[in-house]
């Protein structure tokens, strides 16, 4: 028999799970969360979204004291790296943040158990503790909320030593001198960047031909340029075949995508960062029949429900883009859902961000989908050089491109490379919203001196001629 019964039982504490734990204790649900770790948060909170960005930051500090300072007439000398300081000051705001969400639980009477969540059957999950206790509790309705964990091909030889991921990369405390990033995209861009920025020298294979591969191609490139100019090296059209570790180094054998010709490269760590799949291990799925799709994520209906009834299934282990504020979207449309409202989810407004310096982000359609759909479109670009808020902070790089449908002039898509444009694409998905024009977004006004007014500018170029500092 079952301990304790609830109306909802989350599997997993990440943004997902949380949120949707505090959404349906809010609509008054008896709820719980059953978490594998000993804290809360999932991925994002632990070795994801908040460390990455502590890291990030704290490494453009260093280098914009090491290259931008002294223009700004700020002399410094004697400057060095404490890497294990910038580790443990990332440790300190994981801390606070997961402490946060502890708060958040108890705030809203959400019973947390700690262990890994199984099922039994549909309305029964086992927890099995760390040191091997069970229990079972009942429950009413389920989300699994599991998240992913990162690929890691056996070619690869991953070790947690020398041989890491992201988890590893965000826990290293002496600065190594190279770095071999396996993957353009999000994760090793971010976290290479890092690197780069403290001095080592980071260099990125990526089998596309060109990185950030999911974004509009304007991006790709103007990310590609700025990081070419803090030392980051890349190796397009590659792809990694072989890679060896000792206890000290690491050797990644490359090869050209097209050809037989290949070359080593030697590094002090190699990061693999190809991307992410879901997490289903230990679940007990086969015990209720829930189904998987041919990439291991579980199947889901338009309400989030799998083909059990009462089992739902959110963010990264679902399909669609692995984002944390989808995923607590969709803990939010579950718990809504569930209480009998009728919530929405418009996957095609979910921003995506690269929190690089300069920052990548975007809504919407990419120019290659408009070509691709047959979709009629105008573009407009703005280049931020143009911009007098950039040129007084010396962020100069990057670019914001808006992109219409040619004859309605409604936005189908908004593309940035920019200073705070992961703060500023905002405004664009809340217009999209609403479906708003170009020509709306160019009337709106904006202040000055901001980044923002190029948002304004390049809706004033897509619906015409019209842009007016360039």
Known sequence: MSDQKFDLVVIGSGPGGYVAAIRAAQLGMTTAIIEKYNTLGGTCLNVGCIPSKALLDSSEHFYNASHTFEEHGIKLSGLKVDLAQMIKRKSDVVSQTCSGVEFLMKKNKITVFTGVGSFVD???????????KEQTISAGKTIIATGSKPITPAAFNYDKNR???STEA???TKLPKRMVVIGGGVIGLELGSVFARLGTEVEVVEFQDRIIAGMDKDCSKELQRSLKKIGVKFHLKHKVVDVKATKTSTTVSVQKRDSEES???KADYCLIAI????????LGLENIGVELDERGRVKTNHHLETNVSGVFAIGDVVAGAMLAHKAEDEGVYVAEYLAGQKPHIDYNLIPGVVYTWPEVSAVGKTEGQLKEEGIPYKSGKFPFKALGRARASMDTEGMIKVLAHKE????LGVHMVGARVADVIMEAVALMEFRASAEDMARICHPHPTYTEAVKEAAMAATGDRAMHI
């Open 275 to 282: 991307g992410r799949r879901p997490y289903t291990e230990g």
């Open 263 to 265: 070359f080593d490269i």
């Open 170 to 172: 965000l826990n290293i």
């Open 122 to 132: 549909a309305n029964t999950i086992k927890i099995t503790s760390s040191d091997g």
């Open 408 to 411: 309605t002039d409604e936005l």
């Open 163 to 165: 041989v890491i991921t």
